[in-house]
């Protein structure tokens, strides 16, 4: 168990509709980051958060939005879905450095679009 | 950007053999780390190389650093059936990682 936690683990929606995948980071853990993981695309890199603020962006749709609120739990809302929408969507959080650093991922949210 | 190449993408090999799988990044980083991933599942993590020459051991599994030469190595001795899974590299700067394409490892009895 690394921590984190999201939610939900698997969600099947129809096109057009929007949707929030919830993620808690590891105690202590102030930087939240979320990717995206399908079977053509490999891992990418959507969004990272650091203590409620939006530090770095990746290869998010302006379809998606995130925030990261007061409490460190953060939302990834994903709108007018479409079947490419389709895939395994990874929260992961880390302590940042001067520590190690390393990024621990939740179970992820698997997300059917029809 | 940084660009991660993994070689190669799909690795079968037999039982007991040995193995390396390469991560070669595109410009400096002074720190990479190494996960697994198991079908379906989530990305855990295996080695975090913080500096060059950094060398990391864990049962079968050995990573080690070269950030001169830009490459990460993952030897792989003795393999054994537990050890199939999508391993990636994730060269870092400053907090961004960079995750590579993800080598996947299938060991065959």
């Known amino acids: 168990d690394s921590g984190v936690t999201q939610t939900p683990k698997h969600l099947i929606t129809a096109t057009g509709q929007r949707v929030t995948l919830r993620c808690s980071p590891r105690s202590g853990d102030l930087s939240v980051y979320w990717y995206q993981q399908s079977l053509d695309q490999g891992l990418q890199f959507l969004i990272q958060?650091?203590?409620?603020?939006?530090?770095a962006k990746g290869n998010i749709l302006e379809r998606f939005s995130a925030q990261q609120f007061p409490d460190l739990h953060s939302e990834l809302n994903l709108s007018s879905l479409e079947l490419g929408d389709s895939a395994l969507y990874f929260c992961?959080?880390?302590?940042?450095?001067?520590?190690?650093?390393?990024?621990?991922f939740g179970e992820g949210s698997r997300l059917t679009v029809l | 950007e940084l660009k991660v190449e993994q070689n190669p993408l799909f690795l079968s090999m037999q039982e007991g053999k040995n193995y390396t799988i390469y991560c070669n990044y595109s410009?400096?980083?002074?720190?990479l780390y190494w996960y697994r991933q198991d079908p379906g599942k989530s990305l855990e993590s295996l080695f975090v190389?913080?500096?060059?020459?950094a060398v990391k051991q864990e049962g079968r599994l050995m990573a080690s650093l070269d950030t001169k030469a830009r490459l990460s190595t993952l030897h792989i001795t003795a393999a054994v059936h537990d050890l199939s899974a999508t391993y990636f590299c994730a060269p870092n700067t400053g907090n961004q990682f960079y995750f590579g394409t993800g080598t996947s490892l299938t060991v065959i009895p």
């Open positions: 958060y650091y203590n409620g603020e939006e530090r």
């Open positions: 190389l913080l500096s060059n020459g």
């Open positions: 410009t400096t980083s002074d720190r």
């Open positions: 992961a959080s880390s302590v940042d450095r001067p520590h190690t650093g390393e990024l621990f």
